[in-house]
């Protein structure tokens, strides 16, 4: 796999139900971040997690970080079809220097 | 409000002819980025600037150009060396550089070959 690689690529859900994104990683890191990207347009930073972290909170969003597994997960709590969007992890590695790295992202659709 | 505008939205290249894609950003922010994203992708780095006169190639800096002769501006060229240029690019800022900090991003320009 590769660094920030998301699952399930998709995902359709009903309004009002729950969304889980997974990402998993590969080697050691600073932070985690999410972002959302409307069709579109650009990126929207969500939430920042760092290493010695393991859950954070922002309104509807839930991010948890186990760095035993290398991996993270997105809740998303009764969701909207506003929340319909491709969302992205990204991995900022622990080499010192500049090097943050997305994954390819899972597109949300939520119907009405 | 602050934030990071990037002109134009759509852009169409002939064969061998160089374009130009802007990115200004209001943020004070040190630090800059281009991106390439293709259709179900996720973002490729092409070329990465910590300070003002001073940028790093990233992954895929083959074909594209930059400069940042200014703190607040970042454009890139997009040179006729680089063959597959259909793509939508984002630009992004942060604070600092070095992934610590959240990037913010434009709403992107899609270039495409007529």
């Known amino acids: 796999s590769q660094q920030g690689e998301e699952d399930p690529q998709a995902l359709s859900i009903q309004e009002g139900e729950n969304a889980t994104m997974n990402c998993s990683y590969k080697?050691?890191?600073?932070?985690l971040q999410w972002y959302r990207q409307n069709s579109g347009r650009g990126l929207v930073h969500l939430i920042l997690?760092?290493?010695?972290?393991r859950e954070k909170h922002s309104g509807r969003l839930r991010v948890t970080l186990d760095t035993s597994k290398k991996s993270s997960s997105l809740l998303i709590t009764a969701s909207r079809a506003a929340d319909t969007a491709s969302y992205f992890c990204?991995?900022?590695?622990?080499?010192?220097?500049?090097?943050?790295?997305f994954g390819a992202g899972t597109r949300l659709f939520v119907k009405a | 409000d602050g934030g990071i505008t990037q002109s134009p939205k759509y852009l169409f290249r002939k064969e061998g002819q160089n374009v130009t894609l802007s990115c200004e950003q209001n943020?004070?922010?040190?630090?800059m980025y281009w991106y390439r994203q293709d259709p179900g992708q996720g973002l490729r780095l092409i070329y990465y600037?910590?300070?003002?006169?001073?940028?790093q190639k990233g992954d895929i800096a083959e074909g594209y150009s930059v400069s940042r002769e200014k703190k607040e501006s970042f454009p890139l060229t997009v040179t006729s060396a680089q063959k597959n240029p259909t793509a939508f690019y984002l630009c992004?800022?942060?604070?600092?550089?070095?992934?610590?900090?959240?990037?913010?991003f434009g709403d992107g320009t899609r270039l495409s070959i007529l």
């Open positions: 997690i760092r290493s010695n972290e």
């Open positions: 080697t050691s890191i600073n932070n």
């Open positions: 990204a991995t900022a590695l622990n080499t010192g220097g500049f090097k943050t790295i």
């Open positions: 600037s910590q300070i003002v006169n001073d940028f």
């Open positions: 943020l004070n922010h040190d630090a």
């Open positions: 992004a800022s942060s604070i600092v550089s070095g992934g610590y900090q959240p990037q913010h």
